[in-house]
């Protein structure tokens, strides 16, 4: 298995992604911590793993960050996959200005607590991968709001920790995955947009289909592949890039 021995943190394990990702995690033999803010999701995830810890941090709270990983002790791989209250579906000159920087502000304050966090303790021990997700959007989205400006400070985040810690022999790598059709739902989108039904949905993925070079979408266990391989040993002469798995959408 390619994650035996492993121990590996995931930050927004509740969410559908994030619960993935662990079972994909453990699967390969991982020891997986389930972080987040809700317990009752956590639990859910933890229900279909064998040893799974769970606990509830904030990951926009460093104190509480630091002191959980200081009790999870040595760590080798860090995933942050937190929701950052991105707002989409409105023009850039219509969007209030909270709703603009909440992504950007949320998602570059999770991103850099937890990589900081985890870094300085792979560092110390001269190995360990930080992982991050988002969608590619820094290239050009329209109809995002402050989706493409966070997904730009994440990037530029993860692209500057690998420069500094590869010589520590620690790696910051990431994925760039958008519109998969599993965690696209009336439920989740209704928060963003309360006038989208399952016929809008569909017109959305179908037409993210007929952007991207391979002309279909990504599905989940494909992004899940993907972040095990990127965590594994296999991987690692990858560093300081994300692998585009969004079928080409944007340029890698």
């Known amino acids: 298995m390619l994650l035996t021995d492993k121990t590996a ?11 993935a990702v662990a079972r994909a995690f453990a699967a390969e033999g991982a020891r997986v911590h389930l972080v987040g803010r809700t ?22 709270d460093e104190t509480a960050v630091e002191e959980h990983l200081a009790r999870v002790g040595d760590i080798d791989v860090s995933f942050n996959l937190v929701s950052r209250g991105d707002v989409q579906g409105l023009p850039i000159t ?8 909440a992504p950007v502000i949320n998602g570059t304050r999770a991103n850099f607590i937890t990589a900081r966090a985890a870094a ?5 021990r ?19 709001g402050g989706t493409g400006p966070a997904d730009a400070a994440t990037d530029s985040l993860v692209r500057n920790l690998a420069m500094e810690l590869g010589p520590r022999g620690v790696r910051a790598v990431g ?11 009336v439920e989740k989108l209704g928060k963003v947009n309360p ?4 016929a809008a949905i569909q017109g959305i993925l179908d037409h993210l289909s007929s952007l991207r070079m391979t002309r279909r979408n990504p599905t989940l266990a494909e992004i899940t592949a993907t972040a095990v391989f990127l965590a ?13 798995v969004t079928g080409g959408m944007f340029p890698g």
């Open 126 to 144: 001269g190995s360990g991968v930080v992982l991050t997700l988002n969608s590619g959007s820094a290239h050009g989205s329209p109809m995002m």
């Open 120 to 124: 300085r303790r792979m560092a110390d």
């Open 9 to 19: 943190v995931i930050y927004g394990a509740g969410g559908s992604i994030g619960g």
């Open 94 to 101: 219509d969007m209030p200005v909270d709703a603009f920087l």
């Open 39 to 60: 317990r009752e999701t956590l639990e859910a995830v933890a229900g279909d793993l064998k040893d799974a810890e769970v606990a509830v941090v904030d990951a926009l």
């Open 195 to 198: 006038d989208l039904n399952e």
């Open 175 to 185: 994925l760039w995955a958008a519109g998969i059709p599993e965690t696209l739902t």
């Open 232 to 244: 594994s040993d296999h991987a690692a002469s990858i560093t300081g890039t994300f692998v585009n």
